[in-house]
Nanobody, 125 residues
Framework: QVQLVESGGGLVKPGDSLRLSCAASGRTSEPYAMGWFRRTPGKEREFVAAISKSGATTYYADSVKGRFTISRDNAKNTLSLLMHTLKPEDTAVYYC??????????????????WGQGTQVTVSS
């Protein structure tokens, strides 16, 4: 498994933008498909965005489609989530994850076997 560390969370106002980053380390194999998930208190973990190993294919939750963009730089072992037009309902702890052995983008949380510790995003006026 790879170690993942998220950064970039914070407190922003509705309509603001924010970029989350995820740094991977301790890799002993090639990078695989990755994704972002989020969780709010009292709710189950929610899929946000996913990207294939190559970066050519991306998937988004309907709630963020058109506002969020997932990207990766395999040479730098980083994953990013650019979030625009943030809404209060985007408030959550955001987690990056890697699906070991998986090449295609996947929305299924059970396919991911490496998770970061999460970064808090709060959208409030």
């Amino acid at each position: 498994q790879v170690q993942l560390v998220e950064s970039g969370g914070g407190l922003v106002k509705p309509g603001d933008s924010l970029r989350l980053s995820c740094a991977a380390s301790g890799r002993t194999s090639e990078p695989y498909a990755m994704g972002w998930f989020r969780r709010t208190p009292g709710k189950e973990r929610e899929f946000v965005a996913a990207i294939s190993k190559s970066g050519a294919t991306t998937y988004y939750a309907d709630s963020v489609k058109g506002r969020f963009t997932i990207s990766r730089d395999n040479a730098k072992n980083t994953l990013s989530l650019l979030m625009h037009t943030l809404k209060p309902e985007d408030t959550a702890v955001y987690y990056c994850a890697e699906a070991g052995g998986v090449i295609i983008a996947t929305t299924r949380a059970e396919r991911y076997d490496s998770w970061g510790q999460g970064t808090q995003v709060t959208v409030s006026s």
